[in-house]
Antibody, heavy 121, light 107 residues
Framework: QVQLQESGPGLMKPSETLSLSCTVS????????WSWFRQPPGKGLEWVGY???????NYYPSLKSRVTISVDTSKNHFSLRLSSVTAADTAVYYC???????????????WGQGALVTVSS | DIQMTQSPSSLSASVGDRVTITCRAS??????LNWYQQKPGKAPKLLIY???SLQSGVPSRFSGSGSGTDFTLTISSLQPEDLATYYC?????????FGQGTRLEIK
């Protein structure tokens, strides 16, 4: 059974670059798509972006200038980098596996347990 | 962006009740609609995909229906462990978007 585990810094200062990693166990990175989501405290879910096992990416437009998602198939993990963070980026960040139907990502399962990232001076 | 609107935002029901949550899309999304359950302090869990397909391992009291712009999630007989927030999510196009969530409380 595939399991995902996020790891990251926890506490950051404004203007720093957030780096999160998602390790996939119990299955292979290939041939799936992998996604990042976030959830500010007490609020709803927001899609951040996704990457295919071959490196094709798609990002949320308002974050596109600051986001990079990468994949390392040899280590069976994928990563999120978010530059110039502010307090508005404070959230629980989740990674998840995406399922495709006819070449288009359609739903996400399973999800990691989530990693809280707090941005504060 | 495709806007997803859920109703109600919160509801309270008793064990054994039939519960219905609705989700409306700002444009037609065919059947590209998924439902997730998020229990307090936990990650979201996929319940229903493609509007009406039950994810493996999910109890049969959960069901989904709809197409186009209007969708429903139904719990046929509410159980105490169904205390959670429920989200709809469209995958018709990017950016992928979610409803604002429906918080379900047990009376």
């Amino acid at each position: 059974q595939v399991q995902l585990q996020e790891s990251g810094p926890g506490l950051m200062k404004p203007s720093e670059t957030l780096s999160l990693s998602c390790t996939v166990s119990g299955g292979s990175i290939s041939p799936y798509y992998w996604s990042w989501f976030r959830q500010p405290p007490g609020k709803g879910l927001e899609w951040v972006g996704y990457i295919s096992y071959s490196g094709t990416t798609n990002y949320y437009p308002s974050l596109k200038s600051r986001v990079t998602i990468s994949v390392d198939t040899s280590k069976n993990h994928f990563s999120l980098r978010l530059s110039s963070v502010t307090a508005a980026d404070t959230a629980v960040y989740y990674c998840a596996r995406g399922f495709l139907v006819r070449g288009i990502i359609r739903w996400f399962d399973p999800w990691g347990q989530g990693a809280l990232v707090t941005v504060s001076s | 962006d495709i806007q997803m609107t859920q109703s109600p935002s919160s509801l309270s029901a008793s064990v054994g009740d039939r519960v219905t949550i609705t989700c409306r899309a700002s444009q037609s999304i065919n059947s590209y609609l998924n439902w997730y359950q998020q229990k307090p302090g936990k990650a979201p869990k996929l319940l229903i995909y493609a509007a009406s397909s039950l994810q493996s391992g999910v109890p049969s009291r959960f069901s989904g229906s709809g197409s186009g712009t209007d969708f429903t999630l139904t719990i046929s007989s509410l159980q105490p462990e169904d205390l959670a927030t429920y989200y709809c999510q469209q995958s018709y196009g990017t950016p992928i978007t979610f409803g604002q969530g429906t918080r379900l409380e047990i009376k």
